[in-house]
Nanobody, 121 residues
């Protein structure tokens, strides 16, 4: 059994900052790529940022230069530092991780339940 739990969401004013965290727990053998996705009301889920085990990162064009993804492999945790937030960043942010559990030979994707980020004055 594996769980991903996000934290750090909330209400922030335009131009403000937030830091999201996502911690993985359970019968984990190894974790590969991790990432953040978001879904705004009435829209499809979209990729925000990903990070490989080695630290290579990828960002959506809409967040480049404003968001930074990082991970702490010792803590099985991925972070998303968000700055210069805009109202259009309002969404439920969910984390994703490719996790190999004990007894399996390959990793499969797991999702957290999400945390709401609201950018409004």
């Amino acid at each position: 059994q594996v769980h991903l739990v996000e934290s750090g969401g909330g209400l922030v004013q335009p131009g403000g900052s937030l830091r999201l965290s996502c911690a993985a727990s359970g019968s984990i053998f190894s974790i590969g790529a991790m990432g953040w996705y978001r879904q705004a009301p009435g829209k499809e889920r979209e990729l925000v940022a990903t990070i490989t085990l080695g630290g290579n990162t990828n960002y959506a064009d809409s967040v480049k230069g404003r968001f930074t993804i990082s991970r702490d492999n010792a803590k099985n945790t991925v972070y998303l530092q968000m700055a210069a937030l805009k109202p259009e960043d309002t969404a439920v942010y969910s984390c994703n991780a490719i996790i190999r559990t004990l007894g399996l030979s390959v990793g499969i994707p797991y999702w957290g339940k999400g945390t709401l980020v609201t950018v409004s004055s």
